[in-house]
């Protein structure tokens, strides 16, 4: 059902691009904005992980640095039939994870210091589990064609802002029209790339709580999270922002009522249900 859903969402993105694409008065617009979006995402895919790491602060261990993550994590590839990944510690006492990686054979599993104060084993080899998920939903290949799309969606309304406004004005193009392509589409490509984002960490719950056969041990990590960031939130900064959509749960705590509408994550309550209900 989340991967249906995916499908549904990321149509619906790829539709809306080719409705705004139209208004340009051509094709050759939209072709070089896509192309355009497509190169910055190329670069992202290929150098994401290393971005990542980087802004969170997180540096390798060795597995005679700590061997008991090591046998965690490798216990849990082992399960989801992954490669083992390379694994990070993130200096930082706000409990949270996170995963990274083009594919499989390059990806990084990063924890912080704070997550293995709060958590029992069990706890963390579930939210462990969890990251797996995402290397073997192959959520950052996802998350590249959905920046692409969206990408180009933000440079062509940019684009058809600045040709209304200096441009002069364009008899064939419906100003009704114009108007919804330059304020709506943007916002609609941004909710539908978040609903997108959502939906793969409910896939990763899905995937990460079959592979380790333990719900209940994801859905207590979360529990215990959503305590621990509102205690020991990290501190917002562009820097965080930017990568704060991979981290398991929202670093900075917070999102509640209209805030969950423009929120990478999921309510933790629901992904808590549907994970009980998993029981």
């Known amino acids: 059902m989340n991967v249906l859903k995916t499908t549904v969402l990321l149509a619906a993105l790829t539709g809306l691009l080719v409705a705004i694409g ?48 090591f046998a965690m994590v490798r216990e849990v590839a082992q399960l989801s039939k992954m490669p083992m990944p390379r694994v990070y510690v993130i200096q930082n006492d706000s409990p949270n ?55 180009a969606i933000q440079l062509i309304a940019q684009s058809l802002m600045f040709s209304s406004l200096f441009g002069g004005r364009d008899d064939n193009r419906n100003p009704l029209l114009t108007l919804v392509a330059i304020l709506i589409a943007p916002m609609a490509a941004t909710l539908i790339q978040l609903g997108i984002s959502r939906q793969r960490e409910y896939a990763a719950d899905r995937t990460g709580a079959d592979v380790t056969g333990d719900p209940e041990s994801l859905a207590s990590a979360l529990e215990k999270l959503q305590r621990g960031v509102a205690m020991r939130p ?46």
């Open 22 to 69: 139209g208004l340009i008065g051509g094709t050759g617009g939209m072709v070089l904005f896509l192309v355009l979006a497509g190169a910055m995402n190329f670069f992202a895919y290929w150098f994401s992980d290393k971005m990542a790491l980087r802004m969170a602060g997180a540096h390798e261990v060795t597995e005679q640095q700590e061997p008991h993550l």
């Open 97 to 151: 994870a996170f995963a990274t990686g083009r594919n499989p054979q390059h990806a990084v599993v990063a924890v912080t210091t704070g997550i293995r104060r709060i958590l029992t084993d069990r706890e963390l080899r579930g939210v462990l589990g969890h990251e797996m998920g995402h290397v073997k939903n192959r959520d950052i290949l996802t998350s590249s064609i959905v920046a692409t799309v969206a990408g």
């Open 234 to 279: 990290m501190e917002e900064t562009p820097v965080q922002e930017a990568v704060s959509a991979l981290y398991i749960v929202k670093p900075f705590g917070g999102g509640q009522g209209m805030a969950n509408l423009f929120s990478t994550h999921p309510p933790l309550e629901e992904r808590i249900r549907r994970l009980r209900d998993m029981r």
